[in-house]
């Protein structure tokens, strides 16, 4: 935990100072957001039934852009050599890495939900506990997934083509469970009690088995 | 000096191929503990090949290598220091702040054995400026403070001179004298020779990624030394 700890902090810090992460993904959500309002002109109802969607694909596509960051900043110097050397856990870096991610895409969530508001007049019929619940279990399937996967693709020549390739496919069940979950906690219709179990156990099955082969990802040449 | 008949690394047929290059060719070789070995060839030789492999980095095609009595790369990690080309470095922390990262990844909590490692190779730990920021004759000195930070048996240095100005060179030849004194076996990769003249036990000469010639004096392989200074 304390090797996780450290890399955690040394990544915020990191982040802190060149803030490369959180300008890059609140630029290009900002852009979705708005580009979708003028593209749509919905009533506050019919928003309700298409902001899951919205949301989603606007995170989504913003958070590919911290997944990548988060091991190119590994690559420069060669530093993760260092990190291949020594004789911390592989998981370590793994989850400091996954939980970095989990709160970079989390402040972007945060900063949006406003404007997602303002912009599709939306307003949460069903429970609000429900939806930040439902957020935070499909932000880590993001990360968890993402994380691993930015891994994989870090030697690849085009990995910023090849993280996407590998991550949606991978993550439409939680895709797929994000989305009717909020519509269905933001037009108050249907319980989104399924949609959390089947993120929950997305999440535990993808988080076990991204720490089980990380090692393996980590030493691959 | 250690006279230990065990040898520190041990090589057997060891052979790295990159597509159809190979890099390494069939290397048998023993390195004994406690001595400073200085490998020297022209570029392509496979000297960072050789250093990447010992590491642990690259993993061989074919062949054994045993560091320091260990065939397992995980049991020998905490023993190795290891210096690469690039800095292994986060320009963005400070030369304290990377150290102190990088000790914990040793499982080491004491802060000043960082900045004794930082005033070992003559930097003031309390420097607060970037490592982005450092020149690179400074950016070679805390590469060597970080593969010195865990006290390795093994130090594994690929070209740890370069970029770095002749006074300082000189002084990390010191700490590489005074290391291998103190019982530490270290193999350094180099075009420059003439810095480790008198201080080097052994000189290894490599091309086309076989070792061609061991030399006690760097000047006795003439014929390969047109491209060392």
């Known amino acids: ?221 | 000096m250690n006279d230990s008949p065990e040898p520190a690394i041990l090589l057997r047929g060891l052979s790295k191929q990159f597509g159809k290059f190979a890099a390494l060719r069939r290397v048998t070789a023993e390195f004994s503990a406690g001595r400073l070995y200085c490998i020297l060839g022209g570029n392509g030789a496979g000297k960072t090949t050789l250093l990447r492999t010992l590491a642990g980095l690259s993993r061989p095609t074919r062949g054994t290598v045993s560091l320091l009595g260990e065939t397992d790369f995980r049991a020998a990690r905490p023993k190795i220091g290891y210096m690469a080309h690039p800095s292994l470095l986060y320009d963005e922390l400070s030369g304290m702040e990377n150290l102190r990262y990088f000790a914990c990844l040793y499982g080491i909590a004491d802060e000043a054995r960082c900045s004794d490692a930082i005033r070992a190779v003559a930097l003031d730990p309390t420097l607060t400026r970037a490592v982005g920021q450092y020149s690179q004759g400074m950016r070679q000195r805390l590469s060597l403070a970080r593969a010195f930070l865990n006290r390795p048996e093994m130090l594994l240095l690929d070209e740890p001179f370069s970029n770095v100005d002749l006074t300082s060179a000189q002084a990390m030849v010191r700490l590489l004298c005074d290391s291998r004194d103190a019982g530490k076996t270290i193999v350094v990769t180099t075009h420059q020779a003439a810095l480790l003249d008198g201080s080097a036990d052994e000189f290894v000469w490599m091309d086309a990624g076989a070792i061609v010639n061991r030399t006690k004096d760097w000047k006795l392989n003439a014929g390969s030394a047109s491209e060392l200074i």
């Open chain 1, 1 to 221: 935990m304390r090797v996780c700890r450290a890399t955690l902090t040394k990544d915020l810090r990191l982040e802190w100072r060149s803030r490369d992460v959180i300008n890059a993904m609140l630029f290009f959500a900002l852009l979705v957001v708005v580009i979708f309002s003028f593209s749509f002109d919905p009533t506050a109802e019919e928003s309700r039934h298409i902001a899951g969607g919205l949301i989603w694909v606007a995170f989504l596509f913003a958070a590919v852009v911290a997944l990548n960051q988060t091991w190119a900043r590994e690559l420069r110097n060669d530093v993760l050599d260092a990190y291949r050397i020594s004789p911390a856990p592989a998981n370590a870096l793994f989850l400091a890495k996954a939980i970095g991610n989990f709160l970079f895409v989390s402040i972007l969530e945060l900063l949006m939900a406003p404007l997602f508001v303002v912009f599709y007049n939306l307003r949460v019929l069903g429970s609000a506990s429900s939806l930040a619940l439902l957020a935070a279990l499909g932000t880590w399937a993001l990360v968890v997934n993402g994380t691993f996967f930015a891994a994989i693709s870090l030697r690849t020549r085009s990995r910023e083509i090849m993280l996407p390739l590998l991550l949606f496919p991978i993550s439409i069940p939680a895709i797929i469970a994000m989305v009717n979950g909020t519509t269905a906690i933001l037009t108050g219709e249907d319980s989104a009690r399924f949609w959390l179990v089947l993120l929950g156990a997305y999440d535990v099955v993808f988080t076990t088995g991204s720490m089980l082969l990380f090692e393996t990802v980590l030493h691959a040449e």
